[in-house]
């Protein structure tokens, strides 16, 4: 409770520095690819974007990604299944002319989803998500851009250790289950 507390009110203080009047807002959409073994999941593709407030050295942005796999092995059942994954960051650039390095700090939540109507909805679980990661944006003119980034997300599961127990079956994966996602694609500033 505390950390999410305290990541809140530095999300909330990154907010209220982008918004000053040198505040710029930013877009990015991505394509990338998710490293998800150790929660018995193939790499998927990962598709997103992300909207925020930049100040020049500070900003906050919300993001969104989907990414959907044909393969999940669970009691002897070869299930497609998808994570969608709902992220608040903030980040901090360097800006060198319109080369823009960054790292990033966040939160949110990971939504499960098996690709199966006749299991539950909450099969695969709902989890909160630490997340961190770097990367570099690089502005062609006033408004695009390109913008490569690696995020690494901890799945906050609750368990002690922290393996993953998914809901319904009870199935419990011995793994610490982290996320790992490099995305390239399209930046806009406005």
Do not use: C, H
Not at 55 to 73: A, C, D, I, N, R
Not at 84 to 112: A, E, H, K, R, S
Not at 115 to 128: A, H, K, Q, R, V
Not at 163 to 188: H, K, M, W, Y
Request: aromatic residues 14%; hydrophobic residues 40%.
């Amino acid at each position: 409770m505390r950390r999410t507390t305290l990541l809140w009110i530095l999300l909330t203080t990154a907010l209220l520095y982008a918004s000053e009047a040198r505040a710029e807002g930013q877009a990015y959409i991505y394509l990338g690819r998710t490293y998800a073994s150790q929660l018995l999941l193939e790499d998927m593709t990962t598709f997103g974007g992300t909207i925020g407030a930049y100040g020049s050295v500070v900003g906050f942005e919300l993001g969104l990604e989907y990414s959907p796999t044909k393969s999940f092995q669970i009691q002897g059942s070869d299930l497609g299944a998808s994570l969608t994954n709902v992220m608040g960051n903030l980040v901090v650039q360097i800006p060198i002319g319109d080369f823009y390095p960054y790292g990033t700090i966040g939160y949110g939540i990971l939504i499960g989803r098996a690709n199966d109507d006749s299991l539950p909805e909450d099969f695969l679980g709902n989890f909160g998500t630490l997340n961190f990661g770097f990367g570099a944006k690089v502005f062609f003119s006033d408004s695009v851009g390109v913008r490569l980034d690696y995020r690494r997300f901890a799945v906050q599961t609750g368990d002690e250790p922290p393996d993953l127990t998914i809901p319904f079956t009870g199935i419990q994966i011995e793994a610490s289950p982290d996320l790992n996602r490099f995305s390239g694609g399209v930046a806009f500033r406005f």
